[in-house]
């Protein structure tokens, strides 16, 4: 019992400190450790395999909409990257140079990509002559180098592993289209598979993306208050077109520059599944991307019948389609029941002796705990049944806590309260001008989330300095 209760004490309790809470999770549930490179972590087995069922369902929705996957180089020449004046700005602090190649010092320097742009953009001024060319929809699976100051597992590290997608189309208004198209395939995707409730909405032009026309993006809160930026979605105008003479031959022989788009969803996704519904007990995994949806627990498995039982149950579960393991461990069942509680499995099923007597077994959901007895026969449809009220009632409570964490502010005193003393959004008026934005976060450290699609008019004038209000604003502290 010792060993057991040693097992839980490991995890430091988020009320008491949550940053600390967040790292013991992810080491202690090994879904990650430190490389002998600052900054670059190793994704563990059972990191990379939430990623896998990521990539997978995110792939299927890309493709249903006529994305397909391809790969770019990742280095890229000085040069290509000095075309896009402001892209390059924006990115200069964080890149990675390659100097030398082999013995010999090379003849320019080479970016390792922290985007790519700028390569899909020299691909499709060869690629692209003709309307029949457009549009272009295409996607890489890659990991990026940032050089980040600060670094955090999974949340802010040196390289992380993304999609990008970047096409090309021959109006404004097809590119308007597909940007916002990606996005909500970003928010379905969050609130429908990871059980993540997100605001969707427009980044302010201090926010956008460097080169962008517009920014969408998708916004969670996480336990602790703060905001985490989930997925975004770049309409970039024809302003890369030109920097890289990207043009097209329309049907009435005149030559047009193509309008573009990129978006993207991270690695940072997994640290949003543990801090929206993790405990104190580890993870708590939403069921649609948990690799393990159901752990079978034989008790006193040396007992005659108990792990041909626990053999049965899995193949039944498997059957049904759902992902399941049996824990045939010699370690002790309470143990197991830590460790699967820990690694956030969905549901637990425990059968002993005792159970086979009766015909029965025992499954225990993670998200409350409740247990339910019932014939081994039903286990299978009953855990079926179960993953699909787990993840609603998973999704409705980080819902209600995000709810329960918007706050509305209509002077600046209310504002800066509320930033300070209440953790979550705030809510606020904003007349439109950059120095409201940096007067805000010098004060308070908070930045503007995006402008909701959906407006309100909470107040008629900016919370900051008073004039006339534009636009409804969520702020809040974020990573």
């Not at 549930?29 to 430190?34: D, F, N, Q, T, V």
């Not at 930026?229 to 990207?246: E, M, P, R």
């Not at 059957?319 to 461990?329: H, L, T």
């Not at 900016?462 to 409804?472: D, I, Q, R, S, T």
């Amino acid at each position: 019992m010792a060993k057991e209760k040693k097992f839980v004490e490991a995890i430091t309790s988020r009320d008491e400190d949550f940053a600390q809470w967040y790292t013991d999770v992810v080491k202690k549930a090994e879904l990650m450790s430190y490389s002998s490179v600052k900054g670059f972590m190793v994704i563990k087995p059972a990191g990379y395999a939430i990623w896998e069922n990521i990539q997978k369902e995110l792939d299927r929705r890309f493709k249903e909409v006529g994305v397909e996957n391809c790969y770019m180089p990742m280095l890229i020449p000085e040069s290509l990257l000095q075309k896009e004046k402001d892209h390059v700005e924006g990115f200069a602090p964080e890149v990675a140079w390659v100097t030398q190649g082999g013995l010999e010092p090379l003849q320019e320097r080479y970016c390792v990509r922290p985007t790519s742009e700028t390569l899909f953009c020299d691909y499709y001024k060869d690629a692209i002559q003709s309307y029949r060319d457009l549009p272009k929809v295409y996607n890489q699976w890659c990991s990026v180098v940032r050089w980040e100051k600060t670094t955090r597992p999974f949340l802010r590290s040196r390289e992380f592993l993304w999609q990008e997608g970047h096409t090309a189309h021959a109006t404004m208004e097809e590119a308007e289209e597909r940007t916002r198209q990606m996005l909500n395939i970003y928010a379905d995707f969050a609130e429908n598979y990871l059980a993540i409730p997100v605001v969707k909405g427009r980044k302010t032009d201090k926010e956008k993306f460097a080169g962008a026309e517009a920014t969408y993006t998708i916004e969670a809160l996480m336990h602790d208050g703060k905001a985490l930026q989930c997925g975004t979605s770049h309409n970039f105008g024809d302003g890369f077109a030109k920097a890289f003479g990207i043009q097209y031959t329309d049907q009435s022989n005149q030559l047009k520059y193509v309008y573009q788009t990129s978006w993207g969803m991270t690695t940072r996704m997994i640290g949003a599944i543990i801090m929206v519904h993790g405990d104190d007990s580890g993870l708590v995994l939403p069921p649609k991307i948990a690799p393990t949806q159901v752990m079978v627990i034989p008790i006193r498995q040396d007992a005659e019948g108990v792990m041909d039982a626990a053999q049965g149950l899995k193949d039944a579960l498997k059957a049904a389609g759902i992902r399941v393991k049996v824990d045939d461990s010699d370690k002790s069942p309470g143990w197991k029941f830590s460790e699967q509680e820990m690694r956030g499995i969905p549901i637990r099923i425990e059968i002993g002796p005792k159970d086979l007597e009766k015909g029965q077994c025992v499954l225990v959901r993670r998200d409350t705990r409740e247990k339910e007895t019932m014939p081994i026969a039903q286990a299978a449809e009953r855990a079926g049944a179960l993953l699909l009220e787990i993840h609603d009632n998973m999704l409705e409570k980080a819902r209600a806590f995000r709810d329960s964490h918007i706050t509305d502010a209509t002077n600046y005193d209310e504002f800066c309260d509320a930033i300070e003393n209440k953790p979550g959004f705030v809510r606020a008026m904003w007349c439109g001008d950059e120095a409201c934005e940096n007067k805000i976060k010098e004060d308070t450290t908070a930045t503007s989330r995006c402008m909701p699609f959906q407006q309100e008019k909470i107040s008629d004038v900016c919370v900051c300095c008073g004039k006339p209000a534009k636009k409804l604003v969520f702020w809040g502290k974020a990573y």
